[in-house]
């Protein structure tokens, strides 16, 4: 028998459950067929302009869409200008908190009802960010966290594959915590190959090679015990899916888009709660 190579099926099934999303809306929407104002996503972009572009498509495939028309509105500031998180967070570089509030006004000024930024870091910045504009923004840690608690409920420990400036402040710690997940960080020389792998090929356009340096530290927090790999950098979810290990792969990123989709469509995401 034929086999379906992998990313057909991941194709179909993106289809199917788009498919079937759709339907559901369509009939709660009642005869005219039409469902109410959606909402504009405004996407804080430039941190990277790859993973903005990712993040992009993949608010695409999962939107339940039949043609054009029926896809979101969707505002995109991709501001290269933002200085690097990281940087910022270990004390080497400025602050990127001034471009990240201008863009986010810019977004507001545009007719974002509410934002999302495809970077872990820099929800370093999260709560002083929001404080600088009227509409929400999304918050990626909180949300990975809820879904970890509803889909994965017996995960006690979950490796956390990211920058050094998510793992210095702990991004991931407190919002885990409070579901009582236990983060299993790489060994600092594990953690020097994680950079590496993203800023030397991801970011640059190597994906194949940042691959194999991902799935490496991957398979070492597997060792150390990890139930489950998050993908705590929107870069490490470019290249990690789900399938490439023997545990659970946690995609940040993924979750981000489809909140984002159910929020402007006005619609519950797998139980998760959006907090503005």
Request: glycine content about 8%; proline content about 5%.
């Amino acid at each position: 028998m034929k086999q379906i190579n992998q990313p057909f099926k991941r194709k179909v099934y993106l289809y199917q459950t788009a498919t079937s999303r759709f339907q559901q809306l369509y009939e709660l929407s009642g005869s005219s067929g039409k469902i109410l104002k959606k909402k504009v996503i405004g996407i804080l972009g430039g941190m990277g302009p790859e993973a903005t572009a990712e993040l992009f498509y993949r608010i695409i495939r999962a939107t339940p869409a039949r043609k054009d028309q029926d896809h979101l509105g969707i505002i995109i500031d991709n501001n290269p200008k933002i200085p690097d998180r990281t940087a910022a967070i270990i004390g080497k570089g400025p602050s990127p908190l001034p471009e990240m509030v201008e863009t986010a006004k810019n977004l507001e000024r545009a007719g974002a009802d509410f934002i999302i930024m495809p970077c872990v870091t820099a929800h370093h910045y999260y709560e002083e960010l929001k404080k600088s504009v009227k509409i929400p923004i999304l918050d990626m840690i909180e949300l990975t966290a809820q879904k970890i608690e509803k889909d994965f409920p017996s995960v006690n420990n979950a490796g956390l594959i990211a920058t050094m400036g998510t793992i210095k402040n702990k991004t991931y710690d407190q919002a885990l915590g409070r579901i009582g997940v236990r983060v299993i960080i790489p060994p600092e020389s594990m953690e020097e190959d994680v950079m590496k792998a993203v800023y030397n090929y991801i970011k640059a356009g190597s994906l194949t090679e940042g691959k194999h340096i991902i799935v490496n530290v991957a398979n070492q927090l597997i060792a150390m015990g990890a139930e489950a790999i998050i993908c705590g950098c929107t870069e490490v979810s470019m290249v990690l899916k789900s399938g490439d290990l023997s545990i659970p792969v946690i995609d940040s990123l993924q979750i981000l888009a489809e909140t984002a989709v159910a929020t402007a469509l006005g619609t519950v995401y797998g139980g998760i709660i959006v907090r503005g």
